[in-house]
């Protein structure tokens, strides 16, 4: 049964995406976060409120820019799009009846994901918030708490362990620090019980792409590797909505 609140959030999602995108570019770059993009990127004509609306615009301008023609960017409806998506799955899964706050820790993750994977930087204005946003959600479940604080100091240490290890071992940085906060606000959501789950499903995850890229004929060299980021997130997301896969 879909009530007002899951109406709400689906309604939302798309212009929480937008605002999403705006943040994937500008954050990284150091440019002020607006609300909303203002114009054409490649002929700076001034956007209007109707090329402001997400994916209708996208696909009643056919992807085109009205006063240049010129090929938009696929970035903007393709972020509108997953936040959509992070909300449908939200309003399907969840059973708590807090599709607001799968869709809080959804679109965080995915916005951090989408830093990493563009910039490889998971930059601590998002990632330190969101432990302690973790820490304020358990809230809703105090039994909780201990837990969960304890899997935001077991998630840090145990990446930057990993990553001590992998130095000493192959004489590079294999996990940026940023990873460890990740992982850090990971616990703080899920607790430390399940945070093994975490690793392993997001390493699975990393490999399969590795894979993947592989088969499509891109060659990732022994020093190149994947942003962890993305991973670590989507499977920090499916574990906080499905619950651990095995307790
Ligand atoms: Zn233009």
């Given at each position: 049964m879909i009530g007002e609140a899951e109406w709400g959030t689906l309604l939302a999602a798309p212009f929480v995406g937008s605002f999403l995108g705006v943040i994937v570019r500008r954050l990284p770059e150091g440019r002020p976060v607006a609300w909303a993009r203002s114009r054409c990127?490649?002929?700076?004509a001034p956007l209007r409120v109707r090329d402001l609306v997400p994916l209708l615009s996208w696909l009643a301008s056919k992807g085109?820019?009205?006063?240049?023609?010129h090929p938009l960017d696929w970035f903007y409806p393709a972020i509108e799009l997953a936040a959509l998506a992070v909300a449908l799955l939200a309003v399907a899964v969840?059973?708590?009846?807090?599709p607001w706050l799968d869709c809080l820790l959804g679109w965080w993750l995915l916005t951090l994901g989408w830093i990493d994977a563009r910039e490889w930087l998971l930059p601590d204005v998002l990632t330190l918030p969101l432990v302690l946003a973790g820490l304020a959600a358990a809230a809703f479940a105090p039994e909780q708490l201990t837990d969960r604080a304890l899997g935001a100091a077991a998630g840090y240490l145990s990446l930057r362990v990993i990553a001590l290890l992998y130095r000493i071992w192959r004489?590079?940085?294999?996990?940026?620090q940023g990873d460890a906060k990740l992982l850090a606000a990971s616990g703080a959501w899920v607790g430390a019980s399940a945070l093994a789950q975490i690793v392993l499903g997001a390493a699975a995850a990393a490999l399969v792409a590795a894979l993947c890229l592989r088969l499509t004929g891109v060659r990732l060299g022994p020093r190149s590797a994947l942003p962890f980021g993305p991973f670590l997130a989507l499977a920090t997301w499916l574990v906080w909505l499905i619950g651990p896969v095995f307790v």
């Open positions: 990127e490649h002929c700076g085109r820019c009205r006063s240049c023609g969840d059973s708590e009846g807090q004489g590079g940085e294999g996990l940026g």
